[in-house]
């Protein structure tokens, strides 16, 4: 069936008309709409009875903010009409509080303009492709390049740890999540994890040529794990390309709260975040992501996307996980116990400084664009399965860190040594939140190249302290002036607690106890983002 021409009394849109057409409503035969496609929004008018006049509320959608459509038949053999429904997340203002967040809607039109179905279904099938097709030719770029895009259709391996958080994450799949990807048309295969490092061994030991993508909804530290087991290949380089992507479903949410803070939407938590991420996700466009190398005492090598804290960060972040029945609310718990007893920590810290003005300039790898089929044909020769019981196995594998001097020798004449040896806290950070409600590093960025590394004196007060945490939420803390905050942007570090027991954190995980140094890996991994 050939497309209606465009009647200019009834469209008042300077746009160039794609595909023009008038349909019933889906769940009212007697109402009518006229419908018009552009190169970038879907117009949708209520036409008037008895007289073809449009009526004055006209509703136009972005397909920005479309995540997919589709058509099809009712199972009734007596209707030979046609569907085709369009799914689009715009932001919108709350119902029940200020601000806006990103909230469904659903067009749905019945194609009846025939008795013959095939002729029916024929159009809805066109008009549901000339949508989609417009949704891939809107795609952004960041800094000026194209961002690239997970093949169409993408073939996703999606993990789900059901204990992050509250327990939560195999309800949040079943809820709002799987019909976000029913609704993209992304066919995945849901993978439940049993155990610690579970997730490591899956992708590990995967065959990655029949992923587009490693999807997960958890915490952080599934995310932790995945990116592990990746590193640990044989294939690492090609391995380490495919991209992930990250829904949140557990306590910290932070890499989320980061992806959505790039993507230039407002402060939004809980399920307004799964429902951003979801977004992002069903666009599949991707990025590149830094990934910090870090090595432990005993020589252990693993890599960080996220953080590594010491001191009372890293006490937090532990001693919180006995409140983990309250979700976020376990680190406002953590943090105020922690107040309460403030300990001071004792050790040398140094730095590498980025010698930049705002750009690390790393070397990083190339990005493929213009459709970015990222399929690997590889097998996975290692079977160097882990127990839990154990610890990590070291990762064999993975870029050199040309910057770190040896273990134990002296850092090279051009880091900086910091005076202090007293600290509260010691946080390096390569994404802008620590949790979702904390904006800790506000000017990083996917791929940067710069560790975002700040530490806090010794001397400061419970108040003072608390005051910086509140101001984090907003990311204003950097500029509150406090004498005991001091922020660099760096390259690599090295920690040498002086005490003989501790904690340190990467990505929220605690390992082993001990110095440890720290490389920053330019855009070494590709996160799926807006």
């Not at 053999?77 to 085709?84: I, M, R, T």
């Not at 809607?105 to 019945?110: A, L």
């Not at 380089?237 to 939407?265: D, F, R, V």
Request: aromatic share 6%; glycine share 8%.
């Amino acid at each position: 069936m050939e497309p209606k021409k465009v009647d200019p009394s009834l469209i008042n849109d300077s746009s160039q008309v794609v595909l023009y057409g008038e349909f019933l409503a889906a769940d009212n035969p007697k109402v009518k709409f006229v419908v018009s496609l552009t190169e970038t929004d879907l117009a949708v008018q209520k036409l008037l009875a008895p007289s073809p006049v449009l009526g004055r509320s006209r509703q136009t959608f972005n397909l920005k903010d479309c995540v997919g459509a589709r058509s099809y038949r009712e199972d009734d053999n007596e209707d030979s009409g046609a569907y085709f429904s369009v799914y689009f997340y715009p932001l919108k203002k709350r119902w029940m509080s200020t601000g806006v967040s990103r909230q469904r809607v659903e067009q749905c039109f019945q194609v009846a303009s025939v008795q013959d179905p095939r002729a029916n279904l024929e159009e809805a099938d066109k008009w549901a492709r000339a949508i989609q097709q417009r949704m891939g030719l809107l795609q952004p770029s960041r800094d000026g390049v194209l961002l690239s895009e997970v093949r169409r259709p993408c073939r996703v391996m999606l993990l789900v740890n059901p204990q992050s958080g509250k327990g939560q994450a195999l309800a949040l799949y079943n809820g709002p999540v799987q019909r976000m990807l029913h609704e993209a048309g992304v066919p995945h295969t849901l993978f439940v994890t049993e155990r610690k490092n579970h997730a490591r061994e899956l992708v590990r030991e995967a065959d990655l040529s029949q992923w587009d993508a490693l999807v997960i909804i958890s915490g952080d530290g599934l995310l932790y794990e995945v990116v592990n087991g990746l590193l640990e290949r044989e294939d690492w380089e090609q391995a380490i390309h495919t991209p992930l992507g990250i829904l949140p479903g557990g306590s910290g949410n932070a890499l989320a709260a980061s992806i959505h803070h790039y993507s230039g939407g407002p402060l939004v938590s809980s399920e307004e975040l799964l429902v951003s991420c979801g977004v992002i996700l069903c666009k599949g466009l991707v990025s590149r992501m830094d990934l910090t190398s870090v090595h432990l005492g005993s020589g252990q090598r693993l890599f960080s996307f996220l953080s590594l804290a010491w001191g009372f960060v890293a006490d937090v972040d532990v001693e919180s996980e006995k409140y983990r029945h309250v979700g976020a609310a376990r680190f406002t718990v953590g943090t105020l116990v922690r107040l309460a007893s403030l300990r001071v920590y004792r050790g040398r810290l140094s730095y590498l400084p980025a010698d930049d003005g705002g750009d690390a300039g790393a070397e990083r790898g190339a990005i493929p664009t213009g459709g970015g089929e990222h399929t690997f044909r590889n097998t996975c020769s290692s079977n160097n399965a882990l127990n839990t019981k154990r610890r990590e196995t070291p990762s064999l594998y993975g870029p050199a860190d040309s910057l770190l001097p040896p273990a134990d020798g002296p850092v090279p004449g051009d880091w900086a040594v910091v005076p202090e040896e007293d600290f509260v806290l010691m946080l390096a950070m390569y994404q802008s939140c620590l949790a979702e409600d904390l904006l800790a590093a506000p000017d990083a960025a996917l791929d940067q190249g710069v560790i975002h590394l700040m530490y806090v004196k010794a001397g400061i007060s419970r108040a003072s302290l608390l005051k910086l945490f509140l101001a984090m939420e907003k990311g204003t803390h950097l500029a509150t002036g406090c004498p005991h905050l001091v922020y660099r942007r760096v390259r690599a570090l090295r920690l040498e607690p002086y005490a003989a027991k501790g904690l340190i954190t990467v990505d929220g995980e605690a390992v082993e106890y001990g110095p440890v140094q720290a490389q920053v890996h330019r855009g070494l991994a590709r996160m799926i983002t807006g």
